[in-house]
């Protein structure tokens, strides 16, 4: 079962729409199906009716489209693979440190909410990190740390290097979202949900992706209820 996802891989548009939820992926899957019913209509139902060249043109169209689909199935099936693996590391990561961390999370929710958290200091040795020395995962657990901590040149430095090593990693990218929110720079953050969005798997986050829009949106209304306020 750990591989039957590969499965998928053998119909086009399958693996969009079974692993990642694109409805892209539903209308190639359909528009597979109609090609390869009609070459097997041609050769079965319309033999003597049309040409050879017709029928031979109907299998070569359905084999190129088999082929290109088959092959961005792979490309999704070992995007979401990745994915999969960064998010069972981290979730171990988090199980290993639950002790290290359980302060950390009411920083966290005083952050989701815009309250100020303590800035506390971190030494060169703690962030003096190498991108070739440590993997995705290992970055994006520390830039979190340094998030959680109020330490945001750090932890947008280690995000940095992060996506520069694995531009697909969705989490990294979400907590730049949540990291420019609480930088207070707006507009990048808006861009950024955008980009987001456009990433293969985005689907997967729309809750995460919902809850940053509703907190920009809450600030950015508050900003602009703040003159008036101070008008009356």
């Not at 199906?33 to 009609?38: A, D």
């Not at 830039?143 to 040149?153: E, I, S, T």
């Amino acid at each position: 079962m750990r591989h039957s996802k590969w499965i998928t891989c053998g119909w086009p548009g399958l693996a969009r729409l079974w692993l990642d939820g694109q409805w892209t992926g539903l209308a190639v899957a359909t528009g597979f199906g109609v090609i390869f019913n009609t070459a097997i209509i041609l050769q079965l139902k319309m033999a003597g009716h049309v040409s050879e060249n017709v029928q031979l043109a109907g299998w070569l169209i359905t084999f190129v489209f088999w082929l290109g689909g088959c092959l961005d199935g792979v490309m999704v099936t070992l995007q979401y693979s990745r994915q999969q693996q960064l998010g069972r590391r981290r979730h171990s990561e988090a199980v290993n440190t639950a002790t290290s961390t359980a302060s950390e999370s009411t920083d966290w929710v005083d952050v989701e909410e815009g309250t100020s958290v303590n800035h506390s200091s971190v030494s060169e040795e703690e962030t003096g990190i190498e991108p070739s020395q440590t993997s995705t995962d290992d970055l994006f657990i520390q830039a979190r740390n340094q998030y959680l901590k109020g330490n945001w040149l750090q932890c947008e430095s280690l995000l940095d290097s992060a996506l520069e090593d694995y531009p697909g990693d969705l989490e990294s990218r979400l907590l730049r979202i949540s990291l420019l929110r609480a930088t207070r720079r707006f507009e990048e953050a808006l861009l950024e949900i955008t980009r987001f969005n456009k990433w293969d798997g985005a689907e997967k986050w729309s809750f995460e992706v919902s809850r940053e829009v509703e907190l920009l949106e809450r600030i950015l209304s508050e900003k602009d209820e703040s003159p008036e306020t101070q008008a009356a």
